[in-house]
């Protein structure tokens, strides 16, 4: 039977998982599809070992770290192992971690939080409790959970962590009413916006932004040897050939039961571009859903897109697009984290962020909490997360 979680841990516990969750931050750019894990052995209060994981295919974080020890010359024989995430009990590319653990003779595995994959939930540390081996997990599971929320949505939600990322100024104006937006923020937000795309493991975009910015829509000035797959929400195939972001790295158009254009076929980068098909089901049309337009043609579905991008093993969605699809993301309920950089400006008459209907009064509570606020240059970025029971 698995043990349940102490409620309360000790400031050792706390302090080494903090350590193990250092070393998992160090994969933020390159773990996709996979979690990004730290692991850390420990004995008399001493470090003993470390690694983590870096990408897919490769050694796990337990396994880095066993191999840290033997090229130390160290024994792990009576030490404890901090995890942030239960070490996994399945063959994959690599084999499970929790019977790499065992021939250590480490005493104790404590993690932060059990693995949500289905292959695992639980069953890693069931086979190290079966070996004699003391497990505990729920040590600082917040911010374990944080660090992999992409990885979590995908496996108990069926869809990406959806990240929607706004400039604006301080009166909420995204662009003045002529089109001019470049720049309102700083240099430095816009190269953390950076570190945000790299972090994710796609970029989407609408095809108004396309038209209208022509944006790469990759990243730029991070260390990173990853680029994140890019995603256009294109209803009916209207983006140019030429188009900036079609032309490197892979790009995925949504469209919604559209004609797939011939010069596709032939362009430089076709080995890189798929489409994805995400009409809106006969049954959601007849209610009206993602139906808009004089002749009521069927855009994209956007949650249908998400499950799909799921499907293809996207954990976390960087979304940079217009006020309108943002709008529609958000009424849609699935925007799970807004990241706003608010420059000290203000523009008057100008572009919204999103394109929202008018209420008539105001709702009794919010689905929004305030994550995070901190200085970026001379701008603000505050963190807006989606509360657990609105999702």
């Known amino acids: 039977m698995m043990a349940a979680p102490h409620l309360q841990h000790s400031e050792h516990d706390i302090h080494w998982m903090q350590e193990a969750l250092a070393l998992a931050w160090k994969g933020q750019y390159t773990t996709t599809p996979n979690p990004r894990v730290g692991c850390v052995f420990v004995k008399d209060g001493q470090l003993l070992a470390q690694g983590f994981h870096a990408k897919a295919g490769e050694g ?62 639980g069953k890693g540390m069931a086979i190290l409790q079966a070996a004699g081996v003391e497990t505990v997990h729920g040590v600082l599971e917040d911010e374990a959970r944080w660090i992999n929320r992409g990885f979590f949505s995908r496996m108990e939600r069926k869809r990406p962590w959806v990240r929607l990322k706004v400039a604006t100024s301080a009166d ?78 892979t790009i995925w158009i949504a469209h919604a039961n559209a004609l797939r254009p011939a010069w596709l076929d032939s362009h430089p980068n076709a080995a890189n ?46 979304l940079e697009a217009g006020f309108g699809l943002n709008g529609s993301f958000l009424q849609a309920g699935l925007v799970d984290e807004v990241v706003q950089y608010i420059a000290p400006r203000f523009l008057g008459p100008g572009m919204q962020a999103f394109r929202l209907p008018e209420l008539t009064a105001l709702p009794d509570h919010t689905p929004w909490q305030l994550h995070s606020h901190t200085s970026v240059g001379p701008d603000l970025k505050v963190v807006w997360v989606r509360t657990p029971e609105s999702h």
Do not use: M
Request: charge should be positive; aromatic fraction near 2%.
């Open 273 to 318: 571009i798929a489409t994805l098909n995400v009409a809106p089901t006969l049954s959601a049309q007849a209610h009206g859903v993602s139906l808009t337009g004089e002749h009521k043609k069927p855009k994209t579905d956007l949650a249908l897109l998400l499950n799909q991008l799921a499907e293809r093993s996207i954990n976390e969605l960087h």
């Open 172 to 249: 909420g104006i995204t662009a003045l009413n002529n089109g001019v937006s470049q720049w309102i923020t700083s240099p430095e937000a816009r190269q953390d916006g950076h570190h945000l795309r790299a972090q994710a493991c796609a970029v989407l975009t609408g095809i108004g932004t396309v038209k209208a910015d022509n944006p790469q829509l990759n990243v730029r000035g991070i260390n990173t040897p990853r680029q994140p797959v890019k995603v256009v929400v294109d209803s009916f195939f209207k983006v140019a050939p030429d188009a900036a972001l079609l032309q490197t790295g």
């Open 60 to 121: 796990h974080a337990e396994v880095q770290a066993i191999a840290d020890a033997k090229a130390r010359g160290v024994s792990l024989q009576g030490s404890t192992a901090y995890v942030t995430l239960e070490p996994c009990a399945h063959h994959g590319r690599t084999g499970p971690c929790a019977e790499a653990l065992i021939p250590t003779g480490v005493r104790r595995v404590v993690a932060a939080t059990l693995d949500p994959n289905p292959l695992v939930a």
